[in-house]
Structure formats: C-alpha cells, structure tokens
C-alpha cells in the first residue's frame, strides 16, 4: 500500500528534480523494458539523468535495465525515456512504479507508451513479433491502487489503452510495410515462468501474450489520468508451446536480436505523435 506522507515529498522533489534539469515535461513518456533499449539511440539531443538522483524513482535490479531517464527528442516530438522498471516479483510490492509514474504526470506528461517482452500464446506470433497491447488480463488479481481514497480510486480500465495512440501506431505499422499484430496481455506475477497448464488457462481467457509487467504500471498510470499505450515484444513461445526450456538468458538473447527493429518502429510511432491535435493542445 502507497503511503502518501512518505511518496508525495519525494514526487515534490522528484518533479523539481526534472524541471530544473530538462524545464517543461516532453508530452510523451516510455518505460523501456527487454529488447526495447535500443530506442535510446534513437533520441536526438539526449540528456541522461540517474534515477539516484530522483527520489520517487525505484532501483531495480534486473538484468538489462539501466536505470536512468533520458530525455530529448524523436522527430519534433519531446519524450523521456525511463530505463529500468520495478518488477513486482523483485520485492512482492505492485506499487514499486507509482512514484515514477505520479512524478512524470505531477511534470506535465500526457502520454505513457509501456514496452516489454513477452511470451508469445499464438503461433502467428512467433518469437521476433511486434504486437500492440489492446487489452490486459490482471491474472494475479493485485492492484497498486488497493488504499488510495476517494472516487478516484475506481478507475475505469475499459479502455485502459487508447484506441486513438493504436490507431496511430497502426498506420505507422502499415505505412512501413510491418506487420505488428494486436491483442491481449496477460500479467503473470513471476519471477518463475508459466506453467504449461497455466498458459493453456490464459489461452482459453483470450491472452494472446503473457509477461511479468506493464499491468500494474498501466493502473498506476490510468488512476494519474495519463493516456497509455503498449508495445509487446515476442521473445520466446510461452511454456509448452515450443520445445526450447524458458530461462532469463533466452529471453534477453531474443530480445538483443529483434531489438534494433522494435526500437526503429518505437522511434517512428514516437516521432508521429507531434501530429496528433490531441497532444497539441
């Protein structure tokens, strides 16, 4: 549960943080996960801030996370990258990304486009596919807004992921002749893999991908009021669907070999928000 005595101090400070580094707040934000960090090399003009330097910021300790923001810009586009999410199953706390998340909107953010790598449910997904997140399936049943008071704590997850952020993505995807599938993300809480009997259940739920974030993020940032978008990268069939046995290493081993394109199209997507009137405003 979020103490707000203790969080929002840090947020204050965490915002100040970021104003007097970088002024006004880019419209877009990305959290960065597996196989996605390439797309730092896409960013024009790029500053990099540790997060030891932002106190509402956690310190993950995954493998392949960073651990900074970067910010600058893709095309006419302004965006801060974060490099290195908190993972639930690292300490069992689903709120380990709110003071990010409340600090980045308390700034002026907009938009927050969630990246990571997945397992992949459908065969016409295979590892190396791009898919856009429409929907999610909150397997573990936990929320990091269990505590918050108020109406504002029954946010309406309908349509968590912007229809008008995927239709764009859409038309960049057809526009380069990549093929970038659509579907349902199931949260699995980790840190060990599914199970084959498990996949099957989520299968028969409707997930087409499943992985060990983004869900919680995806709350924390809808109870904010940002826009979100997700991007999935497929890194490995999930348990029971290929013969190969599902490690940490398999996974970052895809995701460095199907990188460099996921970060060029994340670039693109990126780049084609300062188009949209709705971010102008």
């Known amino acids: 549960m979020i103490d707000r005595n203790t969080l929002n101090p840090k947020i204050d400070a965490s915002v100040a943080t970021l104003q007097a580094r970088f002024g006004a707040a880019p419209e877009v934000a990305v959290v960065l996960g597996s196989g996605w960090a390439g797309a730092v090399d896409q960013v024009q003009g790029a500053q990099h801030l540790s997060y030891a330097e932002l106190p509402?910021?956690?310190?993950?300790?995954?493998?392949?996370?960073?651990?900074?923001?970067?910010?600058?810009?893709?095309?006419?586009?302004?965006?801060?990258?974060?490099?290195?999410?908190?993972?639930?199953?690292?300490?069992?706390?689903?709120?380990?990304?709110?003071?990010?998340?409340?600090?980045?909107?308390?700034?002026?953010?907009?938009?927050?486009?969630?990246t990571n790598a997945s397992g992949s449910l459908r065969p016409h997904m295979p590892p190396g596919s791009l898919m856009l997140i429409s929907d999610h399936i909150n397997a573990p049943q936990r929320s990091p807004i269990v505590g918050e008071p108020g109406s504002e704590r029954f946010v309406d997850m309908s349509a968590a992921y912007d229809a008008e952020l995927r239709q764009h993505a859409k038309a960049v995807a057809k526009a380069e002749n990549l093929i970038v599938g659509e579907g349902v993300y199931c949260w699995a809480l980790g840190p060990q893999f599914e199970t084959p009997a498990e996949i099957r259940m989520f299968a028969a739920w409707g997930a087409d991908a499943v992985g060990m974030s983004t869900v919680p993020e995806t709350i924390l940032a809808r109870h904010a009021g940002l826009r979100v978008m997700g991007l999935a990268l497929m890194t490995n069939m999930a348990a029971g669907l290929s013969d190969e046995a599902l490690t940490h290493?398999?996974?970052?081993?895809?995701?460095?070999?199907?990188?460099?394109?996921?970060?060029?199209?994340?670039?693109?997507v990126i780049a084609g928000m300062a188009e949209l009137d709705s971010l102008k405003a």
């Not at 302004?78 to 993972?87: E, K, T, W």
């Not at 996974?251 to 070999?257: D, E, I």
């Open 56 to 114: 509402a910021f956690p310190q993950p300790k995954v493998e392949g996370h960073v651990n900074e923001v970067v910010v600058g810009t893709m095309g006419a586009q302004r965006v801060i990258m974060l490099r290195g999410r908190a993972h639930t199953y690292e300490s069992g706390d689903c709120t380990g990304m709110a003071g990010a998340l409340r600090s980045l909107k308390a700034w002026g953010v907009k938009v927050l486009v969630q």
């Open 249 to 268: 290493a398999l996974t970052l081993q895809q995701a460095q070999a199907s990188g460099a394109r996921a970060a060029a199209y994340l670039a693109q």
